[in-house]
T-cell receptor, first 112, second 112 residues
Framework: QQQVKQSPQSLIVQKGGISIINCAYE??????FPWYQQFPGKGPALLIA?????SEKKEGRFTISFNKSAKQFSLHIMDSQPGDSATYFC???????????FGTGTRLQVTL | DAGITQSPRHKVTETGTPVTLRCHQT?????MYWYRQDPGHGLRLIHY???????DKGEVSDGYSVSRSKTEDFLLTLESATSSQTSVYFC???????????FGPGTRLLVL
């Protein structure tokens, strides 16, 4: 059972545009929501994360928006650059053992 | 990369043979994890460890076993490899709680 649903599966955005990736979760016990970025041939790396007590977190060009009542959160990449081309995974966990449940991933391509 | 190595990085094996993958960390983190990554499924947790000799099952543990005899090493064993276990395997480490998970470079396994 997919506990974290991610969309779209792939995304093509022009340079300078806004990339938006959405995730929805089912388990209300989740209390930490990170986003990971993965380049081809590499392991995923933490990009940005949010806790459910805030509705938005911004780090540079990357913003997480969180809607607790709808059980949804999204990643916005402003002024998208070709170097942002990668696969992005949303995830969720409940702390303690820090076990992460991942979404299925979004392959982002930023074109010139 | 946060002090995590995986070996081998690539392996081709035949159905029915045993396979052991090794994860080694130099960060002295308490928690270690094994994930598999497959197209359309994202990353799925196989097993994790919360200390020496302390391990637990993840979402897709059937056909896999693990061992952790030292803080720095976490072994994943496929007792009798099957073609469905063809995948990219990632090891990760964490201090636990809502701590960041740091991923290794991955092992690409092909079971013929």
């Amino acid at each position: 059972q997919q506990q974290v649903k991610q969309s779209p599966q792939s995304l093509i955005v022009q340079k300078g545009g806004i990339s938006i990736i959405n995730c929805a979760y089912e388990n209300t016990a989740f209390d930490y929501f990170p986003w990971y970025q993965q380049f081809p041939g590499k392991g995923p790396a933490l990009l940005i994360a949010i806790r459910p007590d805030v509705s938005e977190k911004k780090e540079g060009r990357f913003t997480i928006s969180f809607n607790k009542s709808a059980k949804q959160f999204s990643l916005h990449i402003m002024d998208s650059q070709p170097g942002d081309s990668a696969t992005y995974f949303c995830a969720a966990n409940t702390g303690t053992a820090s076990k992460l449940t991942f979404g299925t991933g979004t392959r982002l391509q930023v074109t010139l | 990369d946060a002090g995590i190595t995986q070996s081998p990085r690539h392996k081709v094996t035949e159905t029915g043979t045993p396979v052991t993958l090794r994860c080694h960390q130099t960060e002295n983190h308490r928690y270690m994890y094994w994930y598999r990554q497959d197209p359309g499924h994202g990353l799925r947790l196989i097993h994790y460890s919360y200390g020496v000799k302390d391990t637990d099952k993840g979402e897709v543990s059937d056909g896999y076993s693990v061992s952790r005899s030292k803080t720095e090493d976490f072994l994943l064993t496929l007792e009798s490899a099957t073609s469905s276990q063809t995948s990219v395997y990632f090891c990760a480490i964490s201090e636990g709680g809502h701590g960041t998970q740091y991923f290794g470079p991955g092992t690409r396994l092909l079971v013929l």
